[in-house]
């Protein structure tokens, strides 16, 4: 039997408790990630995840967006966000598909769906970073044509954290 995936777009959160503990696995990962990339200890999990509840309304409509993907059984099995990074802009942030549920291309659909949200708001272009050496990510955003840039100004990570990220851009046309 073939698995089936829903990807949608979100005006509020649908399972407090469901996207809770897939943000504290996202970011276990992204910890990972960050630190074999060598960056420092500075946060945990439960931190980075605490900070995502008072920045919700960022992430939804009108300037926002909260892409949930669930599996055919309802469990939620991925996410990402958009926010505004600045008037003509937004930023790409949260990317993440559990294990179980990679494969089939729902990272690129939840891309997709984020840059389709970009468009309609009116956006000229979009913002991403992601951890040197997260190619995953990287592939994704290269094969759609986003070009390697210096930080930008209005990256919503910490400053210091930046030297272990890279940063692309992409321009609509």
Known sequence: ??????????????????????????????????????????????DLKSSFWPNLHKFLPPTGRLILVHDGNGDLVGCGTLQQARPDAGELKRLYVKPKAAGHGLGRAIVDMRMAAAREIGWKTLLVNAIRGNMDMIRIYEKLGFRYIDA??????????????????YDFD
């Open 1 to 46: 039997m073939t698995m089936t995936y829903d990807v949608s777009s979100f005006d509020t959160v649908p399972d407090k408790a469901a996207l809770d503990a897939l943000l504290l696995e996202y970011y276990g990962v992204i910890l990972r990630k960050f630190e074999a990339a060598g960056g420092p200890t500075i946060y945990t999990a439960e």
């Open 152 to 169: 930008y100004p209005e990256c919503s990570d910490p400053v210091e954290a930046q030297p272990y990220f890279i940063f692309m851009q």
